[in-house]
C-alpha cells in the first residue's frame, strides 16, 4: 500500500462535532448536517440552510489555514476559459477574505503561442521546454509580464481584493541562472536565488501578489522560467503552508489510463515509489519532483489539483474531500 499521513492534527482546545473530520475523505460528505438533532418531521432543509451549514462545516479548515500563506501555481484549462478563470479569481478573493494569505505565480503558453503565431515567429520545443530565442524571450516577457499579470491583477482587483502584480525582477524577487542545456534551448532559466522581502511587505499589507515567471540573472539578461518551478521555490522561500498546482489532468493515478484510480494522499516515499514503478510519468514527473523539492525545504504539504473543476481551490483547502492529490512530507 502507499504510504499516507494525516493532513493536519486539530488543536486539542478545537471542539468538532463527532462526525466531522479533518482527513482526506474519498467521498465527500457534507458531514455536519448529519451531526444535527434531525426530529423524523423536520422539513428539508432550505438553500439558506444548506449554506450555513455548508459555512459551519468550513469553519475548522478556516482555523487552520487563517493567517497562513498559499502558493497557487495557475495554467492549464483553469487559464483558458472565462469561467474556470472567474472561479479560480473568486476562489482566491473568498480564502483572502477568511485570512489566508494567497500567492498567485502564472506562466501563460496559450498566450504567448498566440502572439508568436501573429508575428511570424515559429514555436519550437525540446523535451517539452520552449526554445527561447532573443525574440522570442522578448514576446514571452510582453505577453507574460505585460498582458497575463495586468489582466489578472484587474480581474481580482474587480472581484473586491486588492492585488499586485510582479515578476522576477521585481525587488531581486527571484534570480535567474541558464537550465544546464541551454545551448539547445537559448534563454530558458532556473531558479538560483530567491528574496521574498517584496514578498511579504506586500502580503502583511493586504495584497494578493500575482507572479509572472520570467526574472533576470546577475547580469540582467531574462528568462522563462518554468511556473511551476517558480511557485515552488517562492513557497519554500516564504515558509508557506501549502503549494497547489492547478493543472489539467485529476492528479496521481494509480493507474495513468483509469481516471478512477485516483490517489487522494500520498507521502514522498510513495511518491518515489511509483515513480520508481513507472505508474507517474511524462509531463507529472517535473510537477511531482516540484512538490518533493518544496515540501523538503520545508513547505507542509503540496497539492496537484484538477483545475478543470469550478472552485477546485476551495475544494483543496476547505473540505476534506480535496480536488486532486495531496502530497505530504
Same mark, same amino acid.
Given at each position: 500500500?502507499?504510504?499516507?499521513?494525516?493532513?493536519?492534527?486539530?488543536?486539542?482546545?478545537?471542539?468538532?462535532?463527532?462526525?466531522?473530520?479533518?482527513?482526506?475523505?474519498?467521498?465527500?460528505?457534507?458531514?455536519?448536517?448529519?451531526?444535527?438533532?434531525?426530529?423524523?418531521?423536520?422539513?428539508?432543509?432550505?438553500?439558506?440552510?444548506? @449554506?450555513?451549514?455548508?459555512?459551519?462545516?468550513?469553519?475548522?479548515?478556516?482555523?487552520?489555514?487563517?493567517?497562513?500563506?498559499?502558493?497557487?501555481?495557475?495554467?492549464?484549462?483553469?487559464?483558458?476559459?472565462?469561467?474556470?478563470?472567474?472561479?479560480?479569481?473568486?476562489?482566491? $478573493? #473568498?480564502?483572502?477574505?477568511?485570512?489566508?494569505?494567497?500567492?498567485? $505565480?502564472? =506562466?501563460?503558453?496559450?498566450?504567448?503561442?498566440?502572439?508568436?503565431? @501573429?508575428?511570424?515567429?515559429?514555436?519550437?520545443?525540446?523535451?517539452? #521546454?520552449?526554445?527561447?530565442?532573443?525574440?522570442?524571450?522578448?514576446?514571452?516577457?510582453?505577453?507574460?509580464?505585460?498582458?497575463?499579470?495586468?489582466?489578472?491583477?484587474?480581474?481580482?482587483? @474587480?472581484?473586491?481584493?486588492?492585488?499586485?502584480?510582479?515578476?522576477?525582477?521585481?525587488? @531581486?524577487?527571484?534570480?535567474?541562472?541558464?537550465?544546464?542545456?541551454?545551448?539547445? #534551448?537559448?534563454?530558458?532559466?532556473?531558479?538560483?536565488?530567491?528574496?521574498?522581502?517584496?514578498?511579504?511587505?506586500?502580503?502583511?499589507?493586504?495584497?494578493?501578489?500575482?507572479?509572472?515567471? $520570467?526574472?533576470?540573472?546577475?547580469?540582467?539578461?531574462?528568462?522563462?522560467?518554468?511556473?511551476?518551478?517558480?511557485?515552488?521555490?517562492?513557497?519554500?522561500?516564504?515558509?508557506?503552508?501549502?503549494?497547489? #498546482?492547478?493543472?489539467?489532468?485529476?492528479?496521481?493515478?494509480? !493507474?495513468?489510463?483509469? *481516471?478512477?484510480?485516483?490517489?487522494?494522499?500520498?507521502?514522498?516515499?510513495?511518491?518515489?515509489?511509483?515513480?520508481?514503478?513507472?505508474?507517474? =510519468?511524462?509531463?507529472?514527473?517535473?510537477? *511531482?519532483?516540484?512538490?518533493?523539492?518544496?515540501?523538503?525545504? =520545508?513547505?507542509?504539504?503540496?497539492?496537484?489539483? !484538477?483545475?478543470?473543476?469550478?472552485?477546485?481551490?476551495?475544494?483543496?483547502?476547505?473540505?476534506?474531500?480535496?480536488?486532486?492529490?495531496?502530497?505530504?512530507?
Amino acid at each position: 500500500m502507499l504510504a499516507a499521513k494525516t493532513l493536519i492534527n486539530p488543536s486539542p482546545s478545537l471542539k468538532l462535532p463527532n462526525n466531522l473530520s479533518l482527513h482526506r475523505k474519498p467521498p465527500f460528505s457534507l458531514s455536519i448536517r448529519n451531526s444535527l438533532p434531525q426530529s423524523p418531521s423536520s422539513p428539508d432543509p432550505t438553500p439558506g440552510q444548506l @449554506r450555513v451549514d455548508i459555512l459551519a462545516e468550513s469553519l475548522p479548515f478556516i482555523q487552520k489555514f487563517r493567517g497562513k500563506t498559499i502558493v497557487v501555481k495557475y495554467g492549464g484549462a483553469a487559464m483558458k476559459s472565462e469561467s474556470l478563470q472567474a472561479s479560480v479569481v473568486n476562489d482566491l $478573493v #473568498l480564502l483572502s477574505c477568511v485570512g489566508l494569505r494567497p500567492i498567485l $505565480v502564472h =506562466g501563460g503558453g496559450p498566450e504567448i503561442n498566440l502572439l508568436l503565431q @501573429r508575428l511570424g515567429i515559429e514555436a519550437t520545443f525540446v523535451d517539452g #521546454l520552449r526554445v527561447t530565442d532573443a525574440k522570442t524571450m522578448e514576446v514571452v516577457s510582453m505577453v507574460l509580464v505585460g498582458k497575463v499579470n495586468k489582466n489578472l491583477v484587474s480581474l481580482i482587483d @474587480r472581484a473586491g481584493a486588492k492585488a499586485i502584480g510582479l515578476c522576477g525582477m521585481d525587488g @531581486r524577487l527571484v534570480t535567474a541562472r541558464p537550465v544546464p542545456n541551454a545551448a539547445k #534551448l537559448g534563454f530558458v532559466g532556473e531558479v538560483a536565488r530567491v528574496d521574498p522581502a517584496a514578498l511579504r511587505s506586500n502580503v502583511e499589507a493586504g495584497y494578493i501578489p500575482v507572479i509572472a515567471s $520570467v526574472a533576470a540573472d546577475e547580469t540582467g539578461q531574462q528568462y522563462n522560467i518554468n511556473a511551476d518551478t517558480v511557485a515552488g521555490e517562492l513557497a519554500a522561500a516564504v515558509g508557506a503552508e501549502k503549494l497547489i #498546482l492547478l493543472t489539467d489532468v485529476a492528479g496521481i493515478l494509480e !493507474d495513468r489510463n483509469d *481516471v478512477s484510480s485516483l490517489v487522494k494522499e500520498i507521502d514522498i516515499n510513495g511518491v518515489k515509489k511509483m515513480v520508481a514503478e513507472g505508474k507517474i =510519468g511524462g509531463g507529472m514527473i517535473p510537477k *511531482v519532483s516540484c512538490c518533493v523539492r518544496s515540501l523538503a525545504q =520545508g513547505v507542509k504539504t503540496a497539492s496537484i489539483v !484538477d483545475g478543470r473543476v469550478p472552485h477546485s481551490l476551495l475544494l483543496e483547502i476547505l473540505t476534506d474531500e480535496g480536488a486532486g492529490t495531496m502530497i505530504t512530507g
